[in-house]
């Protein structure tokens, strides 16, 4: 009868290494977000534009959708960091 034993082949990181990790990681998000809001703004005064002239063309529609779906990513992704790193 031979005993398994299972080694980790990591170590937790200590929490001098963790907080500068989450700290930049939550100034990435913060930057992040304001872009897709500086975006937003800039897409729906596209999409004004667009339909007070002539809705023949409209391209405003896209960068709404695309600035929603980039803050939904980064607001999931820094979910995800914060579940796989050890508090």
């Known amino acids: ?5 299972a080694v980790l082949a990591y170590k937790q990181m200590p929490a001098d290494v963790i907080r500068p990790i989450m700290q930049l990681i939550d100034w990435l998000l913060w ?4 872009f897709c ?3 937003m703004i800039l897409s ?3 999409l ?4 007070r ?14 600035s ?7 607001s999931s992704a820094s979910g995800i960091a914060l579940a796989l790193l050890p508090t």
């Not at 004004?48 to 339909?51: E, G, L, N, S």
């Not at 929603?68 to 980064?74: F, N």
């Open 1 to 5: 009868m031979s005993a398994t034993l």
């Open 53 to 66: 002239d002539d809705l023949a063309e409209n391209d405003a529609t896209h960068g709404v959708v695309m």
């Open 68 to 74: 929603l779906l980039g803050a939904i990513m980064a």
């Open 31 to 34: 930057c992040v977000l304001l």
């Open 48 to 51: 004004w534009y667009a339909f």
């Open 37 to 39: 809001m500086a975006w």
């Open 44 to 46: 729906a005064g596209r």
